[in-house]
């Protein structure tokens, strides 16, 4: 397919789902055919598999079944002890009870005892312990199967890349490309001609970026930590009691009164946050400024719909009359401004430039949409030449995977899990992309500078390495006191190439026990000190050295890779880590 522009993302999306499904499919089959998996013989393991752990929980549930009895037993034995000890203290300690009944419940709970003695000896244990042992003969065989089956998998294992994910994505929808790294030039394409701002404070680090570009206009999928260092409140409390003398003459006398006493502190508390957004850069409309959140239209009925609009148009039409000095004049389409609502928009001439009629029907085909995506449920803020799109589908999603991922030992699970992280990952760009797509001239215009093509990229940007220092974790860089997640920032210090020396510093939180006590005033009207146990969050600074080497051939990685000063590798662009030292 043609790098063909999406005209109607909406009506489009089954089509290109159904294709990328295929695409994704006829991978996964080409990748059995290079590693040369026997699927026949994979598919008979795994049967083996099952059928041997069918047979082992068949033999737990005897086994369970035989503890139960055996309890009941032991509980039907005890019983029978107090009896037959309880008889005999009769019978010693007064002949004239001796009676048939005495001599019955003494003969009756002597059988129990050893009877029950010998069921739970002589038969329970026996096949219990013979139940025992074949199930641990299941287990190893269970286990030399798991075995059998992970190495014929092991060669199809080995070639799984996170990488081709995008490939694949690029190859269903070629009208976007994906980068294999943020790289500087990028950045700075970004900043020079879109003026991107990149300034990040130590409050905020990248967990994985994604950059590439829509026919030229550069775009940039950011997932970021956030921290805030807010408050908590904290809660203690004091039971007291005090005695009273209550009534007169004969009614005069003492109660005890008792009365919990509850006292409160805030302290700074730090939260973390993750957030994932859409950065897409164009030259159209470079003087517009507006900003959309979330409806969740899609959410109501048509009638609701309908309902909507009418009620919500008298409104704007009342406010913009009495506000000229917003300039703004509603479009025809009702619908599209009540469900869009975009009202703040500073620059009427460039919003209807954008929103032509067809854009306008895309996005209320978007906005609406209850089946193929996920309807009103994206933020959507241009400033001049940048577009900001915050989804909440995309939120939480696991972009940031590795080949293990995929790993097994099935082979039609492992398709079916290589199927179904591709199909969901293609849902979710698609429509965070879609706000873009439903405007055409975003794909129709691309930018005067066009910087990608036939350029090799040098190096990559700081969010390009703190997406690789995050990937490796936190522990490796934190403070050894730290107890709380850490903001990992990147400092470049030298380069030479596709070698970078980086400085990775952590800031994150030691965490010490408090307590304060606060007064309150009982029911006896005495001062109390109630104690309110609280945390305090201390902060601590970690700075380590790295050297980030970035390679195009993979065989060099893996020769490195045995290197043990390096600690990591990041999959989709080949970059090794190679730990140079921590400083306090």
Not at 376 to 392: G, H, M, Q, R, T
């Amino acid at each position: 397919m043609d790098k063909e522009f999406i005209y109607k993302p909406v009506d489009e999306y089954k089509q290109y789902a159904s294709l990328h499904h295929e695409n994704v499919s006829q991978y996964f089959d080409e990748l059995t055919k290079t590693a040369n998996t026997d699927v026949e013989a994979n598919e008979l393991t795994v049967k083996k598999i099952r059928t041997l752990e069918k047979e082992n929980d068949g033999i737990h549930k005897q086994q369970s079944r035989y503890r139960i009895l055996k309890v009941f037993l032991w509980i039907l034995v005890a019983i029978a002890i107090f009896v037959f000890l309880y008889s005999l203290y009769l019978a010693v300690s007064d002949a004239a009870v001796k009676t048939l009944s005495l001599v019955l419940m003494f003969i009756i709970s002597a059988i129990v005892i050893v009877g029950g003695l010998l069921i739970i000896y002589k038969v329970i244990k026996p096949k219990y312990l013979l139940l025992e042992a074949k199930s641990q003969e299941l287990e190893r065989e269970i286990s030399e199967q798991y075995k059998v089956a992970y190495q014929q998998m092991g060669s199809l294992n080995a070639l799984f890349k996170v990488e081709v994910i995008a490939e694949l994505f690029e190859k269903t929808i070629p009208l976007l490309d994906f980068d294999k790294m943020f790289s500087q030039k990028t950045l700075e394409f970004l900043k020079t001609t879109f003026g991107f701002d990149d300034s990040t404070s130590e409050d905020q680090s990248t967990l994985y970026v994604q950059s590439g570009h829509l026919n030229g206009n550069p775009f940039a999928l950011f997932k970021n930590l956030y921290h805030v260092l807010g408050t908590k409140t904290y809660v203690g409390t004091k039971t007291i009691s005090w005695t009273e003398t209550i009534g007169s003459g004969k009614d005069r006398r003492t109660v005890t009164r008792t009365q919990t006493l509850t006292a409160t502190v805030e302290k700074p508390c730090p939260y973390y946050s993750e957030q994932t957004h859409l950065v897409f850069a164009s030259e159209v409309a470079p003087d517009l400024t507006f900003y959309r959140k979330q409806g969740y239209t899609h959410r109501l009925s048509p009638k609701q719909v309908e309902r909507k609009v009418r009620s919500d148009m008298e409104d704007f039409k009342d406010a913009t009359e009495d506000n000229f000095s917003k300039a703004i004049t509603l479009l025809a389409n009702d619908e599209f401004e009540v469900l869009f609502r975009a009202l703040n928009r500073d620059n009427e001439v460039q919003f209807r430039l954008l929103f032509t009629p067809l854009a306008q029907q895309n996005m209320i085909d978007l906005l609406l949409d209850k089946t193929e995506g996920f309807g009103d449920d994206f933020a959507f803020a241009k400033k001049n030449k940048l577009n900001f799109i915050s989804p909440d589908h995309i939120q939480g999603f696991k972009l940031d995977i590795t080949p293990k991922h995929f790993v097994d030992y099935d082979y039609n699970r492992c398709k079916q899990n290589w199927i179904n992280y591709n199909m969901e990952y293609f849902r979710k760009m698609y429509f965070t992309f879609a706000p873009i797509l439903c405007i055409p001239l975003y794909q129709q215009h691309p930018p005067h500078e066009y910087v990608y093509k036939d350029v090799v990229e040098s190096y990559s940007s700081f969010f390009e390495d703190e997406m690789i220092v995050n990937n490796l974790g936190d522990a490796k860089f934190c403070h050894p006191d730290s107890k709380t997640r850490n903001i990992l920032k990147t400092k470049l210090v030298n380069i030479n190439g596709k070698v970078e020396d980086i400085q990775v510093t952590a800031y994150g939180y030691n965490i010490e026990k408090r307590v304060t006590y606060i007064p309150k005033t009982g029911g006896d009207g005495r001062v109390h000190q109630v104690p309110v146990h609280w945390d305090e969050y201390l902060p601590v600074v970690q700075t380590s050295d790295i050297q980030m080497d970035f390679f195009d051939d993979l065989d060099k990685i893996q020769e490195m890779m045995r290197n043990q000063d390096f600690q990591g590798v990041l999959d989709r662009n080949m970059c090794l880590v190679k730990f140079r030292g921590k400083e306090e």
